[in-house]
């Protein structure tokens, strides 16, 4: 069993900058595929970014590319997701998520993910 725990959330002025962290415990990261994802008040959850469990290739959603950059330090069991020139349309409760898949490509259904974590608001004001 993998344990997921998002931090890093807040509220921040458009344009600005977070650093969202997901800390796994019960089991080591290094062998997962991971992901983040968002929902949106109303709206469904959506994928936003990806990484495969060494760390060499990334996947992320058109909305998100060249402002979101995801990495990972597996020595440390956590995941990142670097948030910059953030936009009112980012507000969301955001999601990390674990895929024992070595799937190629990465997987940007989240189907495929079998541990989330509990989720960190992100909220973007104008």
């Known amino acids: 069993q993998v344990r997921l725990v998002e931090s890093g959330g807040g509220l921040v002025q458009a344009g600005g900058s977070l650093r969202l962290s997901c800390a796994a415990s019960?089991?080591?990261?290094?062998?997962?595929?991971m992901g983040w994802f968002r929902q949106a008040p109303g709206k469904e959850r959506e994928f936003v970014a990806a990484i495969k469990w060494s760390g060499t290739s990334t996947a992320y959603a058109d909305s998100v590319k060249g402002r979101f950059t995801i990495s990972r330090v597996n020595a440390e069991n956590t995941v990142y997701l670097q948030m910059n020139s953030l936009k009112p349309e980012d507000t969301a409760v955001y999601f990390c998520?674990?895929?024992?898949?070595?799937?190629?490509?990465?997987?940007?259904?989240?189907?495929?993910?079998?541990?989330w974590g509990q989720g960190t608001q992100v909220t973007v004001s104008s």
């Open positions: 998520a674990a895929d024992r898949g070595r799937r190629s490509p990465l997987s940007r259904g989240e189907n495929e993910y079998e541990y």
């Open positions: 019960g089991r080591t990261l290094s062998s997962y595929a």
